[in-house]
């Protein structure tokens, strides 16, 4: 879904960009995955630093070569393989197991690895290194549709290689330490360092060369490495409660601070009481969803520093255009929706107004777009004139949310009232996100709503698929069309700007979809941290130089 020509790749977006907290099974308090208590005595007498971080998703598996993109997954196993680049606080690109990636013509990607790069057997990482775990993401045997990888050259249009391929014609070693991705049609430097540069988490070619391809995928080793590039290297997991690593020592960019490591997967509920006890020390925005309810309560703690992170998850409602087909009825649900008071009343003002898909924490934001204001006389006027062109005012329009969403649930009752009040009918639907899914998948619905991050640095693939035949809105513009594809032969801010404000200028005439709020996520640090910042991009960057005091 990387491309218009790919829309039916669904399950990309899906597990790159939505931003749903599920709920998971509280993980196990015993010590040897970091209960309470951070530090022990170790057998030479030595007081170990243990750090517990505190998510609440579920992990599918921690091989990189099922890399599914979700959050969880992407950061627990990046710990110990290095993405090529990851996104820091700042939102820019910032290099990690590579030094750089450039372009000259948006076709030709060339990745150099860092000349420092050592495996943790003192072996270098190479560009065979790279290119290797390429060629297994491409495996029909492996069969990881996420990766998109369709969009190189020498991969099939399903993203995979014949099987028994031994190189990719659009990935090639050109040295030791440089790696040359060529793609098939154009493509922004930020979205090839955004859909690959940050979840191609490379693998030793020299370890794994002579595992048997339809083995990889079950392959054991992965549940506790013994030859990593990163930080962290994985000793225990147990997918539903938690992920229990080790400090490499041999980490080209220094030694971690802190001997032991764990990811503590808990219910959303069990957040706010793992931070009072001391249990949790470390929860971030993306990976762990206090609950709204909670934030005040996690303000008023002694033990912890908090951070707002920039907003960046939206939350959306999807039209379903070829049932909601006049704009004027989308227009009045826009107007009808005092989003202001969503803002200040259920996220306490932690939050902001927009229309269309880009927030104020991006780039490609641009603040002249002021956002459609809250106008009940509005919203009733274009109501009676879509009446006058046959709108029936006694349609009820199948209005499906996250029952998972406490939040959004409550606030799909006000909108429901509000729009009551201008002459629109909802019926809220509240179901569990795979029934969600499923109704968005198949159009079996008027509205719905779902928490969605849209990459600030890289919006193209979600805009470029919710708005054409095949997404969810079923919306297509020719406009909107020529205008993202202008944005992936640039790399000039101004220029992208441009474009994006013409793509939300449009949706907030023609309403595909609206945002009732972004919201600004709390991440939260024990105060013994040192080093340690939570926030929406680049909170494990530094992980390696994290420490305690006691």
């Not at 243990?50 to 950061?75: R, W």
């Not at 290099?95 to 450039?102: D, F, K, N, P």
């Not at 990888?149 to 249009?157: K, Q």
């Not at 329009?397 to 009752?413: C, P, R």
Request: include cysteine; proline fraction near 4%.
């Amino acid at each position: 879904m990387r491309k218009k020509i790919k829309t039916r790749i669904t399950a990309i977006v899906l597990s790159l960009f939505l931003a749903v907290s599920l709920t998971a099974c509280g993980g196990s308090n015993d010590s040897s995955q970091g209960g309470k208590g951070n530090s022990s005595e170790s057998s030479g007498g030595t007081k170990e630093k243990i750090v517990n971080i505190g998510m609440t998703d579920t992990l599918t598996s921690v091989n990189p070569l099922l890399m599914d993109a979700t959050e969880i997954l992407k950061y627990s196993v990046s710990m110990e393989f290095l993405p090529l680049v990851e996104l820091n606080s700042k939102l820019e690109f910032q290099g990690m197991l590579a030094s750089s990636i450039t372009t000259e013509d948006n076709r030709n990607f060339i990745v150099n690895v860092d000349k420092n790069a050592v495996w943790s057997d003192g072996t270098p990482v190479t560009a065979e290194d790279v290119v290797f775990t390429v060629l297994k993401l491409a495996s029909p045997k492996l069969a990881n549709a996420s990766m998109a990888l369709y969009a190189f050259e020498g991969v099939g249009d399903d993203g995979f290689v014949e099987e028994g391929a031994t190189e990719i014609s659009g990935v090639k070693a050109l040295d030791n330490k440089t790696v040359q991705f060529t793609t098939k049609y154009d493509m922004a430097l930020t979205t090839f360092e955004n859909t690959y540069g940050r979840y191609i988490l490379t693998v030793p070619k020299h370890i794994l060369k002579d595992v048997p391809e339809d083995q990889l995928a079950a392959y054991t080793w992965f549940n506790a490495p013994t030859v990593v590039n990163g930080p962290y290297k994985i000793t225990d997991v147990d997918l539903q409660h938690y992920v229990s690593y080790e400090a490499n020592d041999k980490y080209f960019r220094g030694a971690p601070k802190i001997n032991k490591l764990n990811i503590k997967i808990v219910s959303a509920a069990q957040l706010l009481t793992g931070l009072q006890s001391g249990e949790i020390d470390f929860v971030q925005q993306t990976t762990g969803g206090i609950l709204q309810e909670d934030y005040k309560s996690v303000e008023g703690l002694t033990n912890v520093n908090i951070n707002y992170g920039a907003p960046v998850t939206n939350q959306s409602i999807f039209f379903n255009t070829t049932t909601v087909t006049d704009p004027r009825i989308r227009q009045a649900i826009l107007y009808g929706i005092d989003r202001e008071k969503l803002v200040s009343g259920l996220l306490n003002g932690k939050g902001e107004v927009i229309d269309g898909f880009l927030s104020s924490a991006g780039p490609f934001y641009d603040p002249s777009l002021t956002p459609t204001p809250y106008n009940a006389d509005k919203a009733k006027e274009l109501v009676k004139a879509a009446e006058g062109d046959g709108w029936d005012s006694s349609k009820v329009l199948q209005f499906y949310v996250n029952s998972g969403d406490t939040t959004f649930t409550q606030a799909a009752d006000f909108i429901t009232a509000s729009l009551s009040e201008v002459g629109i009918k909802l019926q809220v639907n509240t179901v569990d996100l795979a029934t969600l899914m499923s109704k968005a998948g198949s159009k079996e619905f008027d509205l719905m709503a779902v928490q969605y991050t849209y990459a600030p640095v890289d919006p193209y693939p979600d805009v470029n698929w919710l708005l054409s035949a095949d997404g969810w809105t079923g919306y297509a513009n020719t406009t909107i069309t020529e205008a993202l594809n202008a944005t992936q032969k640039t790399s000039e801010v101004n220029d992208i700007r441009k474009e994006y404000l013409t793509i939300d200028t449009l949706v907030q005439q023609d309403v595909p979809m609206l945002s009732a709020y972004v919201i600004s996520a709390i991440g939260v640090a024990n105060k013994r941290l040192v080093n340690a910042t939570p926030d929406v991009y680049g909170a494990f960057i530094n992980i390696y130089e994290w420490d305690v005091t006691e």
